[in-house]
Nanobody
Framework: QVQLVESGGGLVQAGGSLRLSCAAS????????MGWFRQAPGKEREFVAA????????YYKDSVKGRFTISRDNARNTWYLQINSAKPDDTAVYYC??????????????????WGQGTQVTVSS
């Protein structure tokens, strides 16, 4: 059984940085598309970023382009989301997700097979 565990969330001041990690166990996900989503209170879950199996392509929500960077380490079965220049609007629970069969579009939560439990990111103004 595949398990995804996020870490690295916390409280950061506006303009600060955080790095979220998502570690997978149970099977290798080196061929999977990996994504990050977030959900703020009272809002729907939204796409943040995704990366293809070999890191050849990355995708971002418009509002995080230039501030967030998604990356992966297939040898460690882990992927990351670097958050820079954090804004209060980035406050949310962040979820990592993995998709096994290279389905598209990567910004749809419906294509993902596995989800983590979420990690809280709070950006203070």
């Amino acid at each position: 059984q595949v398990q995804l565990v996020e870490s690295g969330g916390g409280l950061v001041q506006a303009g600060g940085s955080l790095r979220l990690s998502c570690a997978a166990s149970g099977r290798s996900l080196s061929s999977a598309t990996m994504g990050w989503f977030r959900q703020a209170p009272g809002k729907e879950r939204e796409f943040v970023a995704a990366i293809t199996w070999n890191g050849g392509s990355t995708y971002y929500k418009d509002s995080v382009k230039g501030r967030f960077t998604i990356s992966r380490d297939n040898a460690r079965n882990t992927w990351y989301l670097q958050i820079n220049s954090a804004k209060p609007d980035d406050t949310a629970v962040y979820y990592c997700a993995a998709e096994r069969d290279r389905r598209r579009p990567v910004d749809s939560p419906d294509i993902y097979d596995y989800w983590g439990q979420g990690t809280q990111v709070t950006v203070s103004s």
